[in-house]
T-cell receptor, first 112, second 115 residues
């Protein structure tokens, strides 16, 4: 099992550009989520999904869209990047009934 | 509402010293889970331990031990005989039914172990 994978590892964007951060897991986990990590802030939940076709907002959803068309994939879309979205983004997954979330390696995003 | 407080922002110890990382939480859930994650300088998040609210038994894993006390809403983490490889940021996190079991993280404690 590859676990949770994220691409790209690092991305530089200009303000206003759009992009999609990819997240995939091969553990057949129902629950997937996106967090952002900023210095001194810990990790904050952006969006999460409890299964294919079901998504919901977390603590800091503004500026981000998600969809869950398959169990394996949970992409995070930035429609119009802003410097405030400069951060490290982590995707995580867990199985229903197994409360431990496992994290991907992260994507470092810089918005100029 | 759920909240996790890690009051220690940075800790510096000399190798072989014992160190305790504090974690205090707030929740209205009767069923909840507490976690510790390690983030080494390479950046990945490594799961260390999970505890559910009905299990107050302390746990020891090698040089690591965890002390869960519901009476004080604390879930402290002790590293015995610290090593340089323990240098990392450590996050305490909480999840519960009322928040869909999403993780609420503390702001982390940066531990530096020097030779």
């Amino acid at each position: 099992n590859a676990g949770v994978t994220q691409t790209p590892k690092f991305q530089v964007l200009k303000t206003g550009q759009s992009m999609t951060l990819q997240c995939a897991q091969d553990m057949n986990h129902e629950y997937m989520s996106w967090y952002r990590q900023d210095p001194g802030m810990g990790l904050r939940l952006i969006h999460y999904s409890v299964g294919a076709g079901i998504t919901d907002q977390g603590e800091v959803p503004n500026g981000y869209n998600v969809s869950r068309s398959t169990t394996e994939d949970f992409p995070l879309r930035l429609l119009s990047a802003a410097p405030s979205q400069t951060s490290v983004y982590f995707c995580a997954s867990r199985s229903t009934g197994e409360e431990t979330q496992y994290f991907g390696p992260g994507t470092r995003l810089l918005v100029l | 509402a759920q909240k996790v407080t890690q009051a220690q922002t940075e800790i510096s110890v000399v190798e072989k010293e014992d160190v305790t990382l504090d974690c205090v939480y707030e929740t209205r859930d009767t069923t909840y889970y507490l976690f510790w994650y390690k983030q080494p300088p390479s950046g990945e998040l490594v799961f260390l331990i999970r505890r559910n609210s009905f299990d107050e038994q302390n746990e020891i894993s090698g040089r690591y031990s965890w002390n869960f006390q519901k009476s004080t809403s604390s879930f402290n983490f002790t590293i015995t005989a610290s090593q340089v490889v323990d240098s990392a940021v450590y996050f305490c996190a909480l999840s519960g039914a009322n928040s869909g079991y999403a993780l609420n993280f503390g702001k982390g404690t940066s531990l530096l172990v020097t030779p």
